[in-house]
């Protein structure tokens, strides 16, 4: 047999079995995914980052992860990079609600689904996005509330350390905790301010309200635990006792909230789940077989009071 015969005979080969392998559906294509994720200001930003790159591990999804440093500039730019690269499906939490119309017409452009997890955005088109995926701020805020106007009989002089002004957390945080003290004329916010969710600025606007107000502050309601560990040590530096001289209640439920619980320092904390990864990637798959999802995919939640910190603890995940 020739050289050329055997090369000839070597390429017939190697496109039939090219041929057999896509009839029978064992070349795959591995699914593209670009998550924007919005930084790693908490302890629950990293779990929500670490379930994200495990599940995608586990199903063996490409992931472009980008973190945008709590910057909208970069998450636009991530969303923009991620179109560019014909990505099959974008998944992104966004910073804040406004401002998004014009990056998601694009993705809408070039036919590239978007899923929204953990915040929303305000924006009257909600043909631009597939579904969002995430917790019912407005619930937590309301939940932090009934918890509190039960320990305090109705009657707290209250500081408030808000998260991100302008994210979705703070914003129905907010708004789900003043629709129930509302209720009680004798429960009033005195001093709001934001600290951005990180333990550096919780500690920082702490020291603020504790050199305003001083004793008269009776709650601290905190949109997450990471500023709410950074009060405490804030609390104890101006000579009060957090969890008891200063009730605190705040949002999260990370395994540092619990252990804040069983020294005392801190009284209760409001669920929010960060281990979205599961149903993110359940998301992903159902629009690549282009089955229906709905709208609005909301995470199931609970309280835990100081009670139970100690029986909760072992059990918890993040
Ligand atoms: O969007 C969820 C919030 O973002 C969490 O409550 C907070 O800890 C995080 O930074």
Redesign the pocket.
Known sequence: MSKRTVVLLLLVVLVLASVFVSATGAEKKKIVVGFAQ?GA??A??MANTESIISEAKKRGVELIFVDCQQLQTNQIKALRSFIERKVDVIGF?PIVTTGWEEVLREAKQANIPVILT??GVDCADDSLWVTLIGSDFVEEGRRAARWLAEKMNGKANIVELQ?TIGSA?TIDRKKGFEEVIANYPEMKIIMSKTGD?TRSKGKEVMEEFLKAEGDRIDVLFSH?D?MAIGAIQAIEAYGLRPGVDIIIVS??AIRAAFEAMIEGKLNCTVE?NPLLGRQFFDAVEAIMAGEPLPKRIIVEEGVFPQEVARDVLPTRRY
């Open positions: 919005v200001e908490s629950w930003r939490s953990d915040r998260g957390p969710f997450n990471d949002v999260d929010c």
